[in-house]
């Protein structure tokens, strides 16, 4: 009988397998299948929270603009409104005491005024009078934008009516001169061809300076006075105080 020879495996593949099968732990598999469950959850938790937070601000952000727009700015013009100037006055009086140590800088005012407004409104209606304030601001916000640093940073407030305030910080009471003078050149060589017939438009202005937070108000008083005394001494002029 013929003999069969044994069959041997190599020792590789006998280790192989005789080496015992891994154990497959069903709760550890479990546990971290529910962690990376809530690690995904929580992850598209936050995702939602800041599209609804994005959401919210596109929406909350022009609202509340608009809000304080209105609270202080003036519909008509875009201008300051009396709120928003002595808000503006209140914040620049603030600043002196970074210049508490540098007398020749301060706060200048320049007040001007429409010149026969009234006459326009009574002639060509008040459509047409609030086309012409809306004329003047742009052109003096033309000469402000146009200018000097000093210009460019100043606030411009419809206090009431057809009168405006410009408050220029840092300027001095030849600065504001010189400001005022440029816008009321602006405004002389103006003419609204929005009517029936074509409008002039003119302005007369008052302008002071003040060096201390306690002569603010003395200083706009003092404006007032020589935006008084330029329509005594026949309009479209700018008076120093």
Known sequence: MPRVAAQHCCPSRRCRLAS???VVNVDLVGKQLDSYRRKIVNNLALALVFAAYNIVLAF??????????????DELTGALNRRGG??????????????KRRP????????FDLDNF?????????GAGDAVLQAAVQLVSDCC???????????????????FLLVLPGASIEDAAR?????????????????????????????AHSRSVLQIRDALARADAALYLAKEGGRNHVVLA
């Open 145 to 163: 934008r146009s200018g000097d640093k000093l210009s460019r940073v100043a606030n411009l407030a419809r206090m009431g009516g057809e009168e």
């Open 86 to 99: 002595e808000k503006a006055l209140a914040k620049q009086a603030k600043r002196f005491r970074k210049w």
């Open 20 to 22: 015992p099968q891994p």
């Open 118 to 126: 009234k006459s326009i409104n009574d002639s060509h209606g008040h």
């Open 179 to 207: 400001i005022a003078e440029r816008m009321r050149a602006a405004l002389d060589t103006h003419v609204y061809y929005g009517g029936t017939a074509p409008i002039k438009i003119s302005a007369s202005f008052g302008v």
């Open 60 to 73: 909350l952000v022009p609202w509340v603009g608009g809000l304080y727009r209105k609270a202080y700015h």
């Open 104 to 111: 020749t800088l301060g706060l200048a005012f320049i007040v």
